[in-house]
């Protein structure tokens, strides 16, 4: 069978459910060869959420966006143990819908130029993959890709309660996710949805709330407390389900903070979130990206500037401030809270003003790296389709790793430690941001470290900006695998803007 699963990073997962099912086979040794299909990454990097399924003989194939939070089932992957795929997450919760619908599969320009399009390896993971589930197509004159669609079997989602008619809330959730369309992918195959929630309610529901209706649903799981924390980071906060006071009150506290807060102790970290957050502009709507890009939005809250711009996840809130870590894809106080693939549309339409993401690998064309490093495997995620489509792109990341130890003190920089690891490379390992093709687009591009700035020109890479107390040479040119282009280079301003 195929098992569509739902969730992202802990929000939403139903762990009860995957708990289970490790239970069943590690004591049954069934089911068996199945195949796992998801869109967003769903694990803490250890052994919840799709971690539990990551065992040989239980899986065949694997079609996943994002696979770092399940560091098993990227090492089954890249030795060679299942057949692998890594698609964007946006184009794998749209296949869902599409699934569902009857249609032969999703049309798209998300992953043109990347390691996804079938110029390059399909998305392939290993030589054991072999079946083509995407191809490139000509309508109207315009290169797109199309992935294929399949058959969906089993539909494993989570909610927060049910009603008597098995109609299902998400009240509680800090995501709604993408339960609706795998639910409906299932039924309309013949197959089941099982259901996790945390309460049954005794009467039926306004059929406003109703997110997935009974009828597509056919068990449901009653969870254990301890298997449905609201994030893997903690059981439930009630900040990600309840809207702010009023407009701006979310910023009343952090407003009047210091300009020494942000100057004082300064790590790489905070000066690249720091000079990130520069760019946003006033009105803008925005996605913040996994990981170092988390930190521009402390840093705008603490610049009271939270009320000038929307901030926005690939999960679906909309509005508030994204939290990070294990929580990471919940938003306290959002404004609205919609469902991914509904998200993703937005994103994919050109509707993000402004997106920052972070960049592992950076070569001479542009080309970026966030998915594949040696024998490492973290996947796209929703990378590719933000990535693609944002109207301003800032790439966040050190410019070099492996020990990097910075300080900056009195007005100037100092590199206490450098990295081991150049992350500005001749070649990167995998594209997951074809640079070409963002020159031709004509992208507004700039590259953020704690050092300097870069920005994408049509010839390529351009320093436009270096750290006070750096030596361009010595800190910035020697430590990369290309020579940038140098015209002109002004002082990079840290502090309060």
């Known amino acids: 069978m195929t098992v569509a699963c739902g969730g992202f990073v802990g929000a939403g997962h139903p762990e009860s459910l995957t708990v289970a099912m490790e239970r069943r086979f590690l004591t049954e040794q069934h089911p068996q060869n199945l195949t796992l299909v998801y869109a967003a990454g769903q694990g803490d990097g250890k052994d919840r959420g799709l ?20 560091p098993r089932l990227g090492q089954m992957a890249l030795a060679g143990e299942i057949e692998a795929y890594n698609f964007p997450q946006g184009v794998i ?100 949805v099982i259901a996790q929630v945390k309460k049954i309610l005794d009467k039926p529901v306004s059929p406003q709330r109703v997110c997935v209706p009974g009828r597509l649903v056919t068990h449901i799981v009653l969870a254990e407390e301890d298997e449905h924390w609201q994030t893997f980071a903690e059981p439930f906060n009630s900040d990600f389900c309840t809207p702010a006071s009023g407009p701006g009150s979310r910023n009343a506290e952090t407003a009047d903070l210091e300009t020494s807060q942000e100057t004082a102790s300064l790590d790489a970290r905070r000066i690249i979130a720091m000079r990130a957050c520069d760019e946003l502009q006033q009105g803008a709507i925005a996605n913040l990206g996994i990981g170092l890009p988390e930190g521009i939005a402390l ?31 919940a938003s306290s106080h959002p404004e609205a809270i919609i469902d991914q693939p509904s998200q993703f549309d937005f994103y994919d339409g050109g509707g993000l003003d402004f997106a920052a993401l ?48 910075v300080e900056f003190l009195n007005g100037k920089m100092r590199i206490v430690k450098e990295g081991r690891i150049a992350k500005f490379v001749k070649e990167v390992e995998q594209v997951s941001y074809s640079g070409p093709l963002a020159r031709e687009a004509k992208h507004d591009v700039i590259f953020v470290t704690e050092r300097a700035v870069f920005r994408l020109q049509p010839e390529g890479i351009e320093l436009i900006e270096v750290a006070p107390g750096v030596d361009v040479q010595r800190d910035v040119v020697q430590k990369m695998e290309f020579e940038p282009i140098i015209r002109s280079v002004v002082v990079m301003k840290i502090g309060m803007r």
């Open 51 to 70: 971690n539990h399924l990551a065992h040989p003989r239980l899986l065949k194939r694997v079609i996943g966006g994002h696979w770092g939070l399940c």
């Open 93 to 192: 919760c749209h296949l869902f819908r599409d699934i569902a619908a009857g249609r032969p599969g999703s049309l798209t320009r998300v992953g043109l130029g990347t390691f996804v399009d079938p110029e390059n390896c399909g998305g392939k993971l290993n030589e054991k993959t072999t079946e083509e589930l995407v191809e490139r197509v000509t309508l109207r004159d315009e290169t797109w890709l199309f992935y294929h669609s399949f058959p969906i079997q089993v539909g494993l989602i989570r909610a927060t309660a049910a009603d008597p008619f098995g109609n299902l809330v998400m009240d509680e959730e800090a995501v709604i996710g993408d339960v609706l369309p795998i639910a409906q992918a299932a039924h309309n195959h013949g197959g089941f």
């Open 299 to 329: 840093v705008a809250e603490e610049r009271g500037i939270l009320s000038e711009v929307t901030l926005t996840l690939e999960s679906g809130p909309i509005g508030g401030v994204p939290a990070g870590g294990l929580s990471f894809g």
């Open 358 to 405: 972070g960049a592992a690998q950076v070569d001479s064309q542009g080309n970026v790296n966030v998915s594949r490093f040696g024998t490492r495997f973290a996947g796209v995620g929703g990378f590719i389709n933000i990535s693609q489509n944002a109207r301003r792109l800032v790439f966040c990341g050190t410019l070099t790793t492996g020990g990097l130890e």
